[in-house]
Nanobody
């Protein structure tokens, strides 16, 4: 059974940092692109960042570019999201996602086949 489990969320003041982790089990995603999405209350799920299978290509939403960094450790089957200079508008449930066997980054939810349950990130002003 494939599982993606996020951790690292929490409450932080504006300007602070958090590092999210997404550990995969049940299969290896070393040949798959992975991504992070977020959903705030009353809003649709939106793309945050994505990384190719090798880690050589990354892509970010304009709203987080320069503040967030996505990375992966294929040996640990884990993807990370380092979030710096957090703002109240970053408050959301953050979910990681993986593509079945596609190495290329993607920004739409329909391109991803596996999803985690999410971790709450709350940024206070």
């Amino acid at each position: 059974q494939v599982q993606l489990v996020e951790s690292g969320g929490g409450l932080v003041q504006a300007g602070g940092s958090l590092r999210l982790s997404c550990a995969a089990s049940g299969r290896t995603f070393s040949s798959s692109a992975m991504g992070w999405f977020r959903q705030a209350p009353g809003k649709e799920r939106e793309f945050v960042a994505a990384i190719s299978w090798s880690g050589g290509t990354t892509y970010y939403a304009d709203s987080v570019k320069g503040r967030f960094t996505i990375s992966r450790d294929s040996a640990k089957n884990t993807v990370y999201l380092q979030m710096n200079s957090l703002k109240p508008e970053d408050t959301a449930v953050y979910c990681c996602a993986a593509r079945e066997s596609n190495r290329r980054v993607a920004v739409t939810t329909t391109r991803y086949d596996y999803w985690g349950q999410g971790t709450q990130v709350t940024v206070s002003s």
